[in-house]
């Protein structure tokens, strides 16, 4: 299974992105797929995750309302919209994809995922 993220780029306060994560070698709806990110200096940590049984989404308390996670099972990609984004996003965006069947707490653990995808840089400037 690869994962091949991209959408990244360089934005202003206030402004919107939509990064996107190809999955190819099995159905994206075989995985719990997340969008982690991680700032200079910091852990790396979830900011959305959706599970592979009836799609069911969850996000991190300071994105919720301006980032929302979808798939597409048609496409084989999960994506993330990003809106009023905040100089405190910036980070590297990764997506993750796990072959287990996750409990809502351990869709934040990273260890519990299996591949990941390169990376793309979000930065979002004041």
């Known amino acids: 299974v690869q994962l091949q993220a991209s959408g990244g780029g360089l934005v202003q306060d206030g402004n919107s992105l939509r990064l996107s994560c190809v999955v190819s070698?099995?159905?994206?709806?075989?995985?719990?797929m997340g969008w982690f990110r991680q700032a200079p200096g910091k852990e790396r940590e979830l900011v959305a995750a959706?599970?592979?049984?009836?799609?069911?989404?969850y996000a991190r308390d300071i994105v919720k309302g301006r980032f929302t996670i979808s798939r597409d099972n048609a496409r084989n990609t999960v994506a993330l919209q990003m809106s009023s984004l905040e100089p405190e996003d910036t980070a590297v965006y990764y997506c993750?994809?796990?072959?287990?069947?996750?409990?809502?707490?351990?869709?934040?653990?990273?260890?519990?995922?299996?591949?990941w995808g390169q990376g793309t840089l979000v930065t979002v400037s004041s």
């Open positions: 993750a994809a796990s072959g287990r069947r996750l409990i809502t707490s351990s869709l934040f653990d990273a260890t519990q995922y299996d591949y």
């Open positions: 959706i599970k592979q049984v009836g799609g069911t989404s």
């Open positions: 070698g099995r159905p994206v709806s075989s995985y719990a």
